[in-house]
């Protein structure tokens, strides 16, 4: 096993959508004040959520420590965790706007 395990897959997921939107998509997604509104509001409801799961004082979420890179925040939150939200959420939404009517993207 790879040390980090969790923290390379992590940051591997977010280079790999950024680049699939600015080399390969272009939908231009990240120009959109829409997009970075829902990022915000997504990561708003992931904090106490993942906040609660993940608590050092009494986790439900227990993550192997030579896996992360150990910073958590806020709440104890592993940093991969937001890492691989972004990742999620941008790689659902370029393939909305990617597959959607061509009338509907702006």
Known sequence: MIPWGYTVPAVAAVAAVVLAELFLLRTGLFRRLAYWITIAIVTAFQIPVD??????????????????SGWRFPWDIPVEDFLFGFALVTAVLLVWERTGPR???A
């Open 51 to 68: 906040g609660w799961l993940t608590k050092l004082s009494d986790p439900i979420v227990r993550y192997a420590p030579q896996h992360i």
């Open 103 to 105: 009338e509907e993207r």
